[in-house]
């Protein structure tokens, strides 16, 4: 029972750190508050005063506070406030820019994963809900996913681990940007079954070593995937139809 926790802790310890390595304004934050720190530093030195002075005095200037509680004391440094000053101001319309771009914005086909072996997941639905909360040991410990979906926004559902694709996966640049030349393997779930088929082609004539597992909802389409050889073909009529039969014979026992 223990190691069982210990194991989950840990499982949940790695998605975490992934999920910091993937946050670009994690990065971000880190970059701000180590200018901080050096510049806090050097103006501690150049204008004598304490650390903790220099670190307020760059916090203020960096952020555009203007409190102007600890001023300089010499021309150069005068200069260099307002020089970091524009900087400062730089990075806080580059910081509310990637917050609007992140949160509003829409922006198909530009962003791009550099996973290898990951999963690329094609369409969002009911049943993409259902296989990522049910997948054995957790979602995003052994590999990392990727969710191809042409939606305006994210879903809002969608675990924050997995990465996010806007675009038609009909559309090779959205299947290049989802990093499909390098995944292990691609799971199709889409309403259309043409659509799903088309897409299955396209992922073969990008990468020759990928797995792929289709969802269709009419059998009649599972000819079309047998031809180009996809492995793993899971049919809705076929599904429902096993269970009827199974279901029936259960209740004559």
């Not at 102007?68 to 440094?77: A, H, I, R």
């Not at 260099?80 to 992140?102: A, D, F, N, R, S």
């Not at 530009?110 to 049910?134: A, D, P, T």
């Not at 995003?140 to 969710?147: A, C, E, I, P, R």
Request: glycine share 6%.
């Amino acid at each position: 029972m223990d190691k069982e926790k210990k194991k989950t802790s840990l499982d949940k310890l790695v998605i975490f750190m992934k999920f910091l390595i993937r946050s670009r304004m994690i990065k971000v934050i880190f970059i701000i508050v180590f200018m901080n720190i050096l510049l806090g530093a050097l103006y501690s030195y150049f204008d004598g005063v304490d650390f903790y002075l220099g670190l307020y005095w760059a916090t203020d200037t960096l952020t555009n506070t203007g409190t102007g509680l600890v001023p300089p004391k010499t021309p150069f440094l005068w200069y260099t406030t307002t020089v970091l000053m524009w900087i400062g101001l730089g990075i806080t319309l580059m910081v509310v820019e990637y917050v609007y771009v992140k949160m509003w914005k829409i922006n198909v086909g530009k962003k791009m994963v550099n996973f290898e072996n990951h999963i690329v997941l094609i369409g969002w639905s009911q049943k993409m809900r259902h296989f990522l909360e049910n997948l054995p040991g957790g979602l995003g410990v052994h590999h990392n996913y990727v969710l191809v979906a042409n939606m305006q926004d994210r879903p809002l559902d969608l675990p924050d681990i997995v990465e996010f694709i806007r675009g038609d996966p009909e559309h090779e640049n959205i299947l290049i940007n989802a990093g499909i030349k390098k995944a292990e393997q691609a799971l199709i779930v889409l309403e259309d079954d043409s659509a799903a088929v088309l897409i299955a082609m396209n992922i073969q004539s990008l990468s020759e070593d990928i797995k792929i597992c289709v969802n269709l909802r009419h059998r009649e389409n599972i000819k079309h995937l047998q031809r180009i050889s996809v492995e793993e073909i899971v049919c809705d009529e076929v599904l429902t139809g096993d269970a009827l039969i199974k279901s029936f014979y259960a209740l004559k026992k």
